[in-house]
């Protein structure tokens, strides 16, 4: 299973551990997403390209953009 669930349509990112039905992630178009394991990536959307973290999925989480992980609050 992929680490991230990146909808490309609402530009929000999906921490697939964590997501909920208050994701709403059964609504996301196939053609709009991509699945991903690089925080890489997922630090360049968010840092860069006007992603967001999803609420539900990163509610106890928090990017941290000196690390290439993320950790607990």
């Known amino acids: 299973m992929s680490k991230y669930f990146i909808d490309h349509?609402?530009?929000?990112v999906h921490r697939t551990?964590?997501?909920?039905?208050?994701?709403?992630?059964h609504k996301i178009l196939h053609k709009q997403?991509?699945?991903s394991n690089s925080d890489e990536q997922v630090l360049?959307?968010?840092s860069h390209d006007d992603y967001q973290q999803?609420?539900?999925?990163?509610e106890y989480f928090s990017l941290?953009?000196?690390k290439h992980d993320f950790v607990r609050y």
């Open 33 to 35: 997403l991509e699945e």
């Open 44 to 46: 360049q959307l968010i």
């Open 17 to 25: 551990a964590f997501i909920t039905d208050g994701c709403n992630h």
């Open 54 to 58: 999803c609420p539900q999925c990163f």
């Open 64 to 66: 941290e953009k000196g």
């Open 9 to 12: 349509s609402k530009l929000i």
